[in-house]
């Protein structure tokens, strides 16, 4: 004792007395204590109940919300606009420059084409499409383009790409759309019936994995994996990407916030999060960059202790966060030259072709599966 203060040593025994002590009584504090929370009903009319599974799931045992989910409903409009916007902007994104080195290589592309009759394009992660609008005007220049078949897990995204082909392209392209959930679903089945139909022998694949889309799920190598398993021998893999230095720190977006020096969630991030229905008194969003991790990242950092509880057809299922925890809503993984190459090592591909912008900033890959 000091004066009238009382201290613990520091000592590994101590802290393990104390930690025991915590958990013991931890469910014992004052029920006013935990914020009780429970999701709106739009939360269940939006998702099917596979769908609220992964997401609790991943709430309870990672603390993050996966990204895809934030695509339904009004986030695929939100995605749509977004897009549209960068296309229209002079300034180097990952959007025109994707268009830009696809055209750039596209002599290469018809090169390793050429003894093809026809050539179906699989769109991953389509979105709204704007990424392989001019691919497609090439194809059917060359009167090569056989089916555009468009994946995504969002039925809204998949409808906002069928109306922008159908704009653009009248009823020369018919988008076919497939909802699907490209981290452990594979589409092979969708590309069988051209594989063994006769009458389209000498038609190949391209598959289309453009954009970064695999950088803001927690673990990337899944959808890479699950694109390997779905693809025939002869099928291309067009990939693209913004890179990074090892030893630069990315630099963060510009969010407007209507409180000024506090931060919000940004319009695209928060669909999920709003339908849990957590007060935003709750919480404090952190925007920031992980270098051990090397991960952007938007998160809620809990200002309460709280529950949420989650309606199943069979039960019910709580989830309980202490005061302090985080909960992701965002990410994005650094991604260097090298990071590319032992992704695609390590997941079954092999690198044909390799294109970079003049500043090295974005990439354009070509790939087959290894044998």
């Known amino acids: 004792m000091v004066g009238n203060n009382s201290y613990v040593s520091k000592t590994s025994g101590n802290i393990k007395v104390i930690e025991s002590y915590v958990a013991k009584y931890k469910n014992r504090r004052p029920h006013h204590v935990l914020k009780a929370v429970s999701p709106k009903r739009e939360f269940y009319n939006l998702f099917t109940q596979a769908q609220i599974y992964d997401i609790v799931r ?60 026809k050539v179906n394009v699989v769109d991953v992660g389509v979105g709204n499409a704007q990424p392989a609008k001019d691919l497609l005007r090439h194809l059917l220049d060359q009167e090569k383009l056989a089916r555009y078949i468009a994946i995504d897990i969002s039925a809204e995204m998949l409808e906002i790409a069928r109306r922008n082909i159908k704009e653009w392209f009248g009823d020369s392209v018919h988008c076919e759309t497939y909802v699907m959930d490209v981290t452990h679903e594979r589409f092979a089945n969708i590309l069988a019936e051209d594989y063994l139909k006769e009458d389209v022998q000498g038609t190949s694949n391209i598959i289309l994995f453009l954009g970064g889309t695999a950088d803001n799920l927690r673990i990337p190598d899944d959808a890479f994996r699950t694109i390997n398993e779905s693809m025939n021998a ?138």
């Open 58 to 117: 991943n709430l309870e045992m990672h603390h993050e919300i996966p990204r895809q989910y934030n695509y339904f409903d009004g986030g695929a409009t939100r995605w749509d606009e977004y897009v549209k916007g960068l296309g229209s902007q002079d300034d180097a994104n990952l959007l025109n420059r994707t268009v830009e080195l696809i055209s750039e290589n596209q002599g290469y592309l018809d090169k390793r084409l050429d003894s093809c009759n």
């Open 234 to 371: 002869s099928d291309l893999l067009l990939y693209s990407n913004k890179l990074e230095t090892a030893d630069m720190r990315p630099q963060w977006f510009n969010y407007s916030s209507s409180v000024p020096g506090k931060l919000e969630l940004a319009p695209m991030h928060r669909l999920v999060f709003d339908l849990l229905n957590i007060d935003a008194t709750f919480y404090d969003v952190e925007m920031d960059f992980d270098e051990k991790l090397r991960q952007r990242y938007t998160r809620a950092r809990l200002k309460v202790a709280m529950t949420l509880k989650f309606e199943f057809e069979d039960g019910e299922r709580v989830i309980e966060f202490e005061k302090g925890e985080t909960i992701l809503i965002w990410r994005s993984w650094q991604m260097t030259s090298k990071d590319v190459a032992d992704q695609f090592d390590r997941t079954g591909f092999y690198t044909l072709h390799l294109s970079q912008t003049e500043d090295r900033e974005y990439i354009l890959t070509v790939s087959q599966v290894r044998r």
